[in-house]
């Protein structure tokens, strides 16, 4: 059985509900899935669920950097950018075909965060803390220089300027990649399962009362160890669990708007300053589009719905048209936007963009081990945390050995590209094999799921032969099957990210996409229009920017 396979969902669901475990990870984002990869990578029996889609909240709305976090080091976390670092450099040897290197350009500015010397200086230390090879050093540009690389830039400010490295990602296909791994190795997951309730036996938690939210069935999940892997809602689940104590969570809002690559045609990813509150955004071009931001605000809203305001529109738009005078972006050049919650350790008195990006563990009188905190770049250390934890507790209550974290050493899925040097190499050789496909489309495959895109060519060649949406249908085909994908908004937002990236595209496909799930799941009317209306209204909602 296809562990991830929609089509065994009902087999999968059975085998959660009938068998004890070692783990239960609650939370399907990029956290859980690490946790997931690295407890079943040491023989722990790992089971995962997830209340919605994986990596639904935060996981797909960062600003897909793997990054060492520059920010930090003004702010003295050495640690973080130490690790972070690493943490990169691990994650493009095993993901290459998702995560690889970005070139950022660093303009000093008149009255910036960062002077000529402060810049050199930090990103001297921040190359050597993060282990950045030679060839990817920083190096220092004049303001004539700086203007050449990027010559839309406020020339009355500019100063000077830096180049230095960054990894480009894509995190929801880093989740979903993660969590395929984690199943190669055994681990069970299933999306859109919700923990009720948490169960206990003489007061210690062994597992959760679970909803599957697809057919409205209950089941109980039985398990010796809990991890609250779940984001935004960690502090939910530590509070129906009576720990919500001391530390909270302080969540806050971050933004990205996406315009069309010819209103705002940088030459490479540019990380400027925000004058007005000391801040810096990112501009990072990806294909026809570029992508701006993110903002940093206090958030109290719904967790499930939190979509971009006009202020947050107009506070990136504000400073774009600064940095870059000539462009003058509007909101009618917003293509679409997202918004993610940053689930960071609440600390009095500190603004949002002062709160530490450190991860933290919390472990209750029950045996719930919680984490929270921390960032994309770091989940895999996240993971080894939390899992050293409960393999500890199941050593003393058990006699277990001590297995080692290897997740430093494990491919991802996809990451094999076939002996190629690098994802543009593995680029050119599809589309010299699948010559008879559009090479815009064979490359954008490779570049999501590296080489898992060959099955999704060889289906569109065979199963469709000379149909419309060839590969569009393989595509769907595939992520069904491999990749638990249950609906249209699985499949265009968090499966391809084409709601972000390709949303003037998507009047023409959201339908074919959406019709062919639903009869290929065999999923009845009713459950296949509320799908399609929740699509519709995310669909909308990106470009809609309340005041």
Known sequence: MESMNSLE????????????????????????????????SRGLKVALIEKG????????????????????????????VRETGHERTILFQNAPHIVYPEKMLLPIIKGGSLGKYSTSFGLYVYDRLAGVEKKERRFMLNKSKTLAHEPLLREEILLGGGIYIEYRSDDARLTIEVLKTALSKGALAVNYTQATQLIYKEGIVCGAQVEDLRTGKNFQLKAKKVINAAGPWVDDLRKSDNSLKGKRLHLTKGVHIVVPKERLPIRQAVYFDVPTDGRMVFAIPRQDIVYIGTTDTNYKGSLEQCFADKSDVDYILKAANYIFPSIQLTTDDVKSSWSGLRPLIHEDGKSPSDLSRKDELFISESGLISIAGGKLTGFRKMAERAVDVALKQLMREEGRSYVSCSTDTI???????????????????LVNTYSYFDDKIVKSLARKYGSNSVAILNNAATKYSN???????????YSIQYEMCQTVSDFIVRRTGRLYFERPELENIYQIVHEHIQKSLGIHSSLGEKDLSNFISEYQSVISFKA
């Open 411 to 429: 491919v991802l899925s996809g990451g094999d590209i076939s002996g190629e040097k690098s994802i543009g190499d593995f680029e050119e050789k």
């Open 9 to 40: 969902r009902g087999k999968l669901i059975e085998t959660l509900s009938s068998e004890e475990f070692d783990i239960l990870v609650v939370g399907g984002g990029i956290t859980g899935a690490g946790i997931a990869l690295d407890a079943a």
């Open 53 to 80: 889609d994986f990596a639904e909240g935060t996981s797909s709305r960062s600003t897909k950097l793997i990054h060492g976090g520059l920010r930090y080091l003004k702010q003295l976390e050495f640690g973080i």
């Open 467 to 477: 149909q419309p949406n060839a590969l569009l249908l393989a595509e769907i085909d």
